[in-house]
């Protein structure tokens, strides 16, 4: 006959043998950060959901990422803000009475060169909105298949929490019910930051709407909402998975176009 017996612990040993809370175990959700550019508009940050869930500092990188091709891609806008001095000094000589000639005839070798400087700016385009549509296209499929593969894997994991959850209670053990509860809670919490990646993607379509509609492409991404086990998950990346082929598919008509 085995007679139980009560040992006493001191406070250290018996706080370390105490299971953690719930909150003691969630994951901290990043705060999402905004840059304003200089010329309008802002940058958002983007969380790298294959590597789980993101921290601050993370996303905050994330935004320097985004400087550089910025900086890189402001060339042309940069020569025709050049091009407005000159052009204002030749409108405002123009409209005096009398003329001022003296003044329209110093601004024009600065509206002349600085015109030159732009004309290949215009050739350019013509060509280029296409590919960056095209490429922008096929980057997004890509990163929504990344997310679905990501959602999926939470799926998968969160299914096999939820048969666990349902033994634990069935079993009456209500200590490891609330710790597969807190691991789903935190699967959750992987599944909303994948999901929540989707603003970005919607964002980034948002901006781009001018050059899409110059290339003659309008795509839209769905409206996904929260997905609470692991049977909607699994149907939001499918969801996710469908509309990235049609996004391959809607980019693969402007392959024609060739190379950068």
């Known amino acids: 006959m085995n007679i139980p017996i009560d040992i006493p612990l001191s406070s250290d040993v018996a706080d370390a043998l105490t299971p953690p809370n719930c909150d003691d175990l969630k994951v901290p959700q ?121 959602i999926k894997s939470i799926a998968e994991m969160m299914s096999g929490l939820e048969i666990s959850i349902q033994s634990a209670q069935a079993s009456g053990n209500k200590a490891l019910m609330d710790q597969l509860k807190c691991a789903k809670d935190n699967a959750q919490a992987q599944a909303d930051a994948a999901m929540g990646s989707m603003d970005m993607i919607a964002a980034v379509l948002a901006v781009a709407e001018p050059l899409l509609a110059i290339a003659g492409i309008n795509p839209t991404l769905p409206t996904i909402g929260s997905a609470q086990d692991a049977q909607a998950l699994e149907e939001v990346a499918n969801t996710l998975l469908s509309v990235g082929a049609s996004l391959d598919q809607l980019a693969s008509t402007l392959d024609f176009m060739g190379q950068c």
């Open 30 to 150: 990043p705060q999402k950060l905004s840059l304003c550019l200089p010329f309008g508009g802002s940058f958002q940050s983007i969380a790298d959901v294959s590597k789980g869930i993101p921290d601050d500092c993370e996303v905050t990188f994330s935004i320097l990422l985004q400087l550089q091709p910025l900086m890189g891609s402001l060339g042309c806008f940069i020569k025709l803000l050049k091009l407005i001095q000159p052009l204002v000094d030749i409108i405002t000589g123009l409209t005096k009475v009398p003329p001022d000639l003296g003044k329209v005839a110093g601004a024009v070798p600065a509206f002349a060169e600085a015109a030159a400087d732009i004309a290949s700016c215009f050739l350019a385009f013509q060509t280029s909105i296409p590919k960056f549509v095209r490429d922008l296209l096929h980057m997004i499929a890509k990163l929504l298949k990344c997310i679905a593969g990501t």
